[in-house]
């Protein structure tokens, strides 16, 4: 094919010789830029990894930096020309990472690191060049494992689509939260069922597929919002189907143990129709003129070095400060126990066996039973000399239920004063093994200050971490009975003593 230009598709583009020997000086420096964080910022790079690996929703994320690849090679770019205005870019792009060590939140530390290797690739192949490849940089965000908050929503819509199709095919089927009962049983729609892996999987179709076949921002857009509806759509009839043929089968036919596969294969095949009549709407994307190769000045090659130089020194002072304010442990030890939280006008009994909220990392565990009159009110409560990895004050490791004996099968909110805090609080609808049911509410808290969520307290974590502090915190849930819980638990903060005082007589106790 000959001519200045070519109607083709991106992804048939080829990256000459010429360009490629142009590329090469400077995507040598990033490759060793990229390395370099990799190993100062490991921790993350392992956090990100581990989740790909452990999770279906996420095995994508091994792909996505060869993709992203792919694409920057495949786009015409002008030549590399080291820009220092990018820079700033990377010293912001390092302090979202260190918010997100200093919080415990690994979502955010996972979106810094992406960041910095984004303003790397900006500050080492130029403004110019990032512009060209905005599309595969802003790609590499697939890399951060996003998307959990949306669990809870995607979980209790398909519960009700799912109820709402059983009635209508005639499977009699009532809704507790995310738990659906038929006449053959009880189903669950758990977190793996919630379609997360489908909405990820669509998403990186869509972006994949549209950056190689539309230019016009309404295909892209149209096409988008048709397959990640498929990918829901997808996911209702998968639990749809599970269900139905266990409730027409009446048990004898299961097909739960492999409805991860077949929904799979159900979103594969829609999707494969999907993309198919697609190119149908394709359009060519024009190549523009390769523009003329110049070899690069000396001066131009001691830029870059120093860019590259600098990149690596912001690098260097990001993770320097992590180890050595962040994550500086603290010399203190943990009391030898806790004692009770009083309660006037309650009578202690035995803790509860049966329920055993998750408090992995915990230093120490306190649990106890509250009784008053008819009311009933269980406690349990987690201290942390202070917040480290393996041991956060908030997180999936730290939540009433134990995801084995109690799941939580719906979530509310419920204005509430908890130990002197008054506040939107989170309620969670729990429902256990045996049938029982509980509600329970949980309370954070932070040197002397307590919270009505675990956003709040991770606010007020990094704050204090970014300066170098590292207080001791701790969680308590409460739970109840599901028919009386508002009144019992509200019954029970309402005679329960301040946070203080409970710390004041922690104080007074020997550590360990």
Request: overall charge positive.
């Amino acid at each position: 094919m000959t001519g200045a230009r070519a109607s083709i598709h991106a992804g048939d583009i080829a990256v000459p010789d010429g360009r490629a020997k142009q590329l090469a000086p400077a995507a040598a420096y990033f490759a060793a830029f990229a390395v370099a964080v990799s190993l100062a910022l490991w921790p993350t790079l392992r956090a990100m990894a581990n989740v790909w690996l452990t999770s279906s929703a996420y095995h994508h994320g091994f792909l996505v930096a060869p993709a992203a690849l792919w694409m920057a090679a495949s786009t015409p770019a002008p030549a590399p020309r080291a820009s220092a205005g990018a820079l700033p870019l990377l010293a912001g792009a390092a302090m979202i990472w260190l918010v997100g060590e200093a919080a415990g939140a690994e979502l955010i530390a996972s979106l810094g690191f992406v960041c910095i290797l984004i303003a790397g690739a900006a500050a080492i192949f130029g403004l110019a060049c990032a512009r060209a490849w905005a599309f595969p940089l802003a790609f590499l965000f697939f890399m951060a494992p996003f998307g959990e908050s949306l669990l809870p929503l995607l979980q209790h819509a398909a519960a009700r689509a799912v109820t709402a199709l059983l009635n209508f095919s005639g499977v009699e089927t009532t809704r507790d939260g995310v738990v659906l009962s038929t006449a053959t049983g009880g189903f669950e729609i758990a977190d793996a069922c919630a379609g997360l892996n489908f909405l990820l999987a669509a998403a990186m179709v869509v972006a994949i597929y549209s950056w190689m076949t539309f230019r016009k921002p309404v295909k892209i857009i149209l096409f988008a919002i048709i397959a990640i509806t498929l990918a829901l759509i997808a996911n209702i009839l998968r639990a749809f189907v599970v269900i139905f043929v266990a409730a027409a089968t009446d048990g004898k036919l299961n097909i739960a143990d492999d409805h991860i596969l077949f929904g799979w294969f159900f979103y594969g095949a829609m999707l494969v129709a999907l993309i198919a009549g697609a190119r149908r709407f394709a359009d060519v994307r024009e190549v523009p003129p390769r523009p003329a190769m110049r070899e690069e000045s000396p001066l131009h090659r001691r830029k870059t070095s120093l860019v590259f130089a600098g990149a690596l020194a912001l690098i260097a002072l990001a993770a320097g400060y992590d180890r050595l304010v962040v994550l500086r442990a603290p010399s203190v030890a943990a009391p030898v126990s806790l004692p009770l939280v009083n309660a006037p006008g309650w009578s202690l009994a035995a803790p509860s066996r049966a329920w055993r909220p998750a408090l992995k990392g915990a230093d120490r565990r306190l649990y106890a039973t509250y009784r008053s009159g008819a009311m009933q009110v269980f406690l349990a409560a987690g201290y942390f000399a202070y917040d480290r990895r393996g041991a956060e004050i908030a997180g999936y490791a730290t939540r009433p239920d134990d995801g084995v004996s109690w799941r939580t099968i719906e979530t509310l909110k419920a204005p509430l004063k908890a130990f002197g805090r008054s506040g939107v609080y989170r309620i969670d609808r729990m429902r256990g093994d045996d049938g029982g049911a509980l509600d329970a509410i949980e309370v954070y808290w932070l040197g002397g200050q307590v919270f009505d969520s675990a956003v709040a307290l991770k606010i007020a974590q990094a704050k204090a971490r970014l300066q170098g502090r590292n207080p001791r915190g701790g969680v308590i849930f409460l739970a109840a009975p599901t028919e009386e819980s508002a009144t019992d638990i509200r019954a029970f903060l309402v005679d329960a003593e301040p946070l203080s005082a409970w710390l004041a007589r922690i104080d007074a106790r020997p550590v360990e």
